[in-house]
């Protein structure tokens, strides 16, 4: 069957685009472009149909079609071939249902979507799948690209990086110098990319790279595009899925530059429209206080909006103050009902150190998520009944730098309360015996 999508502009001018053609933005007013589909066609499909076809995709071996994303192609991006699929099998990560946590903080329903369990370590796998292999179709149709090119906090171009060099294309990733973990930094460097380090944020790097894919032989594949979003929608539908279809009651997210939101509300609303749910859930958006241009504009009921010169933040992938989707998340989040809260460094830091000690393992990013979550709950905005899933968008393990300092307590603008530090001792097993003494009944 033929699915048909189309590039629409989001500012409702009516101005459409062909998916193949290059263009980030409405020729006639200058709004963003969303990838929107034929839901009459698909809406032909029945809702227990999608469901059936869903599951019985979903971690087989069926290439492509067991990959989290691309076992939902024709939502997705049904234009592409699979033979120019460009898949790690990204997606299906696991819902971890976070029970001690949850009963310290009195939600016992809570959950946590372990997004970083992925190729590269974050979530942005599953939107740079589609934007490489949109790339490499339109190569094969013999568009003249070059390179493919992004600005970075340090996720992106790792994907960018990894999924590119599994195409073969060339990478060109733009980073802000000293503003990424180490781990983030050598990520695309294993991978081949040609990667520039530039003495500015990452809003600087933005306009750099948006300078130079005027040129249409470099690609730009910053979530400005919107072919990212059409994989990360993927998300909230698998959410939905792993709970036997059922909707949560809140979900809880990291952003900086609105993208992920704004795809996550996308699935919702698309599920809804054709059947597969009956209702929405609460979308809580979490942000760094050191960045939070979106925080500041809820307060106006999103009536105002000013960039901010965001502040140095641990908080890294999130350290952005001219959110390039501002105005497809605001779309998005009034057809919700939306909270936005902002947590400071001491908050975000020893909240991802308590949920560590439950067995979870945070990057800085899930922490301002759970920040806010256990701000929510104090407040009475969260209730003790209430389904809560927390989006975790990258691995902690990529920002080890990060855990050491915090263990260390030499965390700028942190006091440390869950500071875990190594005992060292002499190899006298009498010596040992004590300290383990000594420690066990400090646990007691
Ligand atoms: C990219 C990223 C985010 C924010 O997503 P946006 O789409 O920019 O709002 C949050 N956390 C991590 C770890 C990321 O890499
Ligand atoms: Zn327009």
Redesign the pocket.
Known sequence: MAYRAWLECVRGCGQRYDVGQIVYRCERCGGLLDVEHDENELARRSPAAWIQLFNERARTNQWPYGSGVWGKKEWVAPWIANENIVSMYEGHTNLFWAERLGAEIGVPDLWVKLC?NSHTG???DLGMTVLVSAVKQMIAEGKPIRAVACAS????SAALAAYCAAAGIPALVILPKDKVSVGQLVQPIANGAIVLSLDTDFDGCMAVVQRLTEDHSIYLAN?MNPLRMEG?KTVGIEIVQQFDWEVPDVLV???????????IGKGFLMMKRLGLISRLPRIVCAQAERANPLYLSYLTGFKEYQPVKAQRTL?S??Q?GN?V?YERAVKVLRQFDSIVEQATEDELANAAARADRTGMYC?P??GVALAVLFKLVERGDIGRDERVVVLS??HGLKFTDFKVRYHQDALPDVRARYANRPIELPPDPEAVRRAVESALAGRS
């Open positions: 970083g974050s979530f942005k906090t340090g996720d992106t979530s990360q997210i990291p952003v900086g530059n609105l993208g992920n939101v704004s795809a908080a992938a999130i952005i959110p989707s990057c990013h899930t968008t990258a």
